[in-house]
Structure formats: structure tokens, C-alpha cells
């Protein structure tokens, strides 16, 4: 078998719904015009992600067989990398001499890559060939990777978007009620909102601990929008609510903030999704920075790559709970016996109403562009059906958001 073409699609931010206009802390919120703490400034993350969200790979072969993978996100050199230099490199090879193929990707880009952009494109088109090896075999990816270690996929609810504090507490029951038994929620402040931000921060914590009581594991996200400092005082606050996992509370690069943060804070510390490669994350688990690691196989370098992270991982007895629940992500963690859960991106109710009452808004939310989205019951996922990685494209949705 021989790769004959690779075709990428541009895909807008639009196909992630509103849920980015929603309030919380990001790494861009101590700038004002990127501040949306209090929801009077909705188009902030638009502001500076975007317009490209993620980059579509389709790797054709002579047999026929043609793989998906996408790679993000939030730039469109990601196209630019596969078509200008990964594509050189791979067509005209045998999409399932993978290791080789990884190793001569990873090798052309260091000029300009081993972070970032590069990466992304590394990993949409090792996707597209994990894709090709499942289709040729006619197996669901995760046979290839040893099969499955699990009848079904625990998964836990990530939304809880601190838009008010009674939808908030529906939301939290809802899921309780939907069977999860770990849900996820956004921080809304940082260092700039002061000692007021950080009250408001805990009476987010507060609101969704009293919703669902106990019994519930809960954990919250900081998407990198504080610093050591306010991360130390502000995670010393919560001590009493028991939290699961305290994410991203400082910029990626900063590892020693992260490890300092981690020594003092009274719950475990996870990060990782904005870290590339096997070398990235040997030193997060090197420097005892993380409790959990959370690579994204879309970001990270691929399966091939994710593969040799886990088995890092787990050297350091640190359980890989990937950033974002994609069916390539289910694959690996059906497969390994290092990955407890995934990460599942529920609908609140209050957001369905919304949507019913406003028929013109669109519907969509992560993973618009594949056919067969992930859908969890009772908390749990059924493993990836069919045979392949990355599932079929929805190809109307796809050109539908698809930007030049
Ligand atoms: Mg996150």
C-alpha cells in the first residue's frame, strides 16, 4: 500500500458553538480585552483563537483506503505544515510503517516545530494512518493496540460554565443525575480579579459541592489563568471541598511553578494538553509537576506518540486521563491500563431550551464534524464502533465550517 494524496480542511471555530463565549479564566484574561470573568465580554477567546479551529487530514492511498485524523487547533499553519512538508515526505511511503514515517515528520520539522503548530500536524496525519491500519485490518484501532481492557468507558462530565450560579447548580444535579460521577467545572477569576475574585472562584466550588453532595468527585480548571503565587492561596482555600484534580493553574512552560504548586496545593494537580511530545511530558513527570497527565492526541504528536507518553506515564504511576473525550482518544484509553477515564463534553439543559426556543442558533458543540459523535449513558461510553480510528465525517458539517 502506497500514499497517493493528503487533502487538509481548514475547519472555523464556529463548529465549537458557544461555549467559548461563556465566562471563565483563561491564559489571556489578565489582558481587559480578553477578559470575559463576568460575561459582558462574550467574543473574547474568539479574539485571539481562531478563525481556524482544527485541521481536517484526509491520507489517500492506492488501495483505496483513505484515512481521517485532525490535528488543533486554533491555527490554520497546521495545514500549511502538512501540505508544505509532511505530505513531501509521506506520499509516495506505506501509511502502515508508522514509527518510520513519525520519526522522518518529526525529524524535517525541529527547524520550526518540537512544539506547537508542527506538532498539531504531525498528529492529524499520524491520525489519518492510525486510521488506515484499523481500516485495512478491518478492526477498531484500540485491537491494534492490544485490545480492550475495559467493557465500557468511564467518562466524566466537563462543562459547568460558571454562567450563574442557579443554572450552574441545575447543571451539576443534571449530570449527577446522568450518571457521572465526576464532573468537571470552570474557574472564572485570576490574579487580576484579587481577594473578590477568589471568593467568587470558591463559591463556584461551593455551589456545585452542595448540588450534588459528597458522593460526587469534582474537579475544576484553571485553563493556565493564574500564576504560583494565587494558585498556592487560592487552591489552599478549597482544602474543605475535596476536589479531584486542580488543572493547568499556571502557563505550560513554567514547570517548576507548576511543581512548586503541586507540593503545596491539598488536592492532586493535572496538566499537560498544551505539552507536545514524549520529551514534553518526560520532563511535566520528571519534575513531579503533575498528579495526572492529560496529553490530547491531537496535539501531542498522534497515537504513536501518546502511546510512548503513556508508558512514561505510567513508570511514574501517573494515570494519562486525555484532554477531551474524541473517538481517537476512546481507542487509547479502551486500551490502556493506565487511562481510568475520558473526558465527555455534556450538553446542559438550560443550553438545549435555549437553543429549541432560538431556532436559528446553531447546535452543534466538539466533534460537530464527525458523523457519530461520542455519546456517553449512565457516565460511561461504549467503545469506538467500526473499524478505523477517527470515525466518519460528517461531510455536510464539514463543509459547512470548512474556511479557506
Ligand atoms: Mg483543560
Keep these: 500500500m502506497e500514499i497517493t494524496n493528503i487533502r487538509t480542511t481548514n475547519v472555523s471555530t464556529d463548529s465549537w458553538g458557544e461555549f467559548v463565549e461563556f465566562p471563565l479564566v483563561t491564559v489571556m484574561s489578565k489582558f481587559d480585552e480578553y477578559n470575559n470573568a463576568d460575561g459582558d465580554n462574550p467574543q473574547a477567546r474568539r479574539k485571539w483563537m481562531g478563525p481556524v479551529g482544527d485541521v481536517v487530514v484526509e491520507v489517500e492511498t492506492n488501495a483505496g483506503i483513505i484515512g481521517v485524523g485532525h490535528g488543533n487547533w486554533a491555527t490554520g499553519a497546521i495545514s500549511t505544515i502538512i501540505e508544505e512538508t509532511l505530505s513531501k515526505l509521506i506520499v509516495g511511503e506505506n501509511p502502515l510503517e508508522r514509527e518510520r514515517l513519525w520519526d522522518m515528520m518529526y525529524r524535517a520539522t525541529i527547524p520550526f516545530g518540537r512544539k506547537g503548530a508542527a506538532i498539531?500536524?504531525?498528529?492529524?496525519?499520524?491520525?489519518?494512518?492510525?486510521?488506515?491500519?484499523?481500516?485495512?485490518?478491518?478492526?477498531?484501532?484500540?485491537?491494534?493496540?492490544?485490545?480492550?481492557?475495559?467493557?465500557?468507558?468511564?467518562?466524566?462530565?466537563?462543562?459547568?460554565?460558571?454562567?450563574?450560579?442557579?443554572?450552574?447548580?441545575?447543571?451539576?444535579?443534571?449530570?449527577?443525575?446522568?450518571?457521572?460521577?465526576?464532573?468537571?467545572?470552570r474557574f472564572r477569576y485570576g490574579p487580576e480579579a484579587g481577594r473578590k475574585g477568589m471568593e467568587a472562584n470558591e463559591a463556584i466550588i461551593e455551589t456545585v459541592r452542595n448540588a450534588v453532595g459528597n458522593d460526587i468527585a469534582i474537579a475544576g480548571d484553571a485553563y493556565m489563568g493564574w500564576n504560583v503565587r494565587y494558585a498556592k492561596k487560592m487552591l489552599q482555600r478549597?482544602?474543605?471541598?475535596?476536589?479531584?484534580?486542580?488543572?493547568?493553574?499556571?502557563?505550560?512552560?513554567?514547570?517548576?511553578?507548576?511543581?512548586?504548586?503541586?507540593?503545596?496545593?491539598?488536592?492532586?494537580?493535572?496538566?499537560?494538553?498544551?505539552?507536545?511530545?514524549?520529551?514534553?511530558?518526560?520532563?511535566?513527570?520528571?519534575?513531579?509537576?503533575?498528579?495526572?497527565?492529560?496529553?490530547?492526541?491531537?496535539?501531542?504528536?498522534?497515537?504513536?506518540?501518546?502511546?510512548?507518553?503513556?508508558?512514561?506515564?505510567?513508570?511514574?504511576?501517573?494515570?494519562?486521563?486525555?484532554?477531551?473525550?474524541?473517538?481517537?482518544?476512546?481507542?487509547?484509553?479502551?486500551?490502556?491500563?493506565?487511562?481510568?477515564?475520558?473526558?465527555?463534553?455534556?450538553?446542559?439543559?438550560?443550553?438545549?431550551?435555549?437553543?429549541?426556543?432560538?431556532?436559528?442558533?446553531?447546535?452543534?458543540?466538539?466533534?460537530?464534524?464527525?458523523?457519530?459523535?461520542?455519546?456517553?449513558?449512565?457516565?460511561?461510553?461504549?467503545?469506538?464502533?467500526?473499524?478505523?480510528?477517527?470515525?466518519?465525517?460528517?461531510r455536510e458539517a464539514l463543509e459547512h465550517y470548512s474556511i479557506d
Design 120 to 185: 498539531e500536524a504531525i498528529s492529524a496525519a499520524d491520525l489519518a494512518l492510525w486510521d488506515i491500519a484499523g481500516k485495512e485490518a478491518n478492526k477498531p484501532v484500540y485491537e491494534l493496540l492490544g485490545g480492550p481492557t475495559m467493557d465500557e468507558i468511564p467518562a466524566y462530565a466537563s462543562n459547568l460554565h460558571p454562567v450563574d450560579h442557579e443554572k450552574l447548580a441545575e447543571e451539576a444535579h443534571q449530570y449527577a443525575e446522568e450518571g457521572f460521577e465526576t464532573m468537571k467545572l
Design 238 to 394: 478549597l482544602e474543605r471541598y475535596d476536589l479531584e484534580w486542580v488543572e493547568e493553574p499556571v502557563i505550560p512552560d513554567d514547570i517548576d511553578g507548576y511543581a512548586e504548586v503541586r507540593e503545596a496545593a491539598p488536592m492532586p494537580i493535572s496538566g499537560g494538553e498544551h505539552e507536545f511530545t514524549r520529551w514534553g511530558h518526560k520532563e511535566l513527570l520528571e519534575r513531579e509537576a503533575v498528579d495526572i497527565l492529560q496529553p490530547d492526541v491531537h496535539r501531542c504528536g498522534g497515537m504513536t506518540e501518546l502511546l510512548k507518553i503513556d508508558n512514561i506515564a505510567s513508570a511514574h504511576d501517573v494515570p494519562v486521563i486525555p484532554h477531551s473525550g474524541t473517538n481517537p482518544h476512546l481507542h487509547f484509553i479502551a486500551a490502556s491500563t493506565n487511562s481510568p477515564m475520558a473526558e465527555y463534553f455534556p450538553i446542559p439543559n438550560w443550553y438545549k431550551e435555549r437553543q429549541q426556543a432560538a431556532e436559528d442558533r446553531e447546535s452543534t458543540y466538539a466533534d460537530a464534524i464527525y458523523a457519530d459523535p461520542p455519546n456517553a449513558e449512565n457516565g460511561t461510553i461504549s467503545l469506538p464502533k467500526g473499524p478505523g480510528i477517527s470515525a466518519e465525517l460528517n
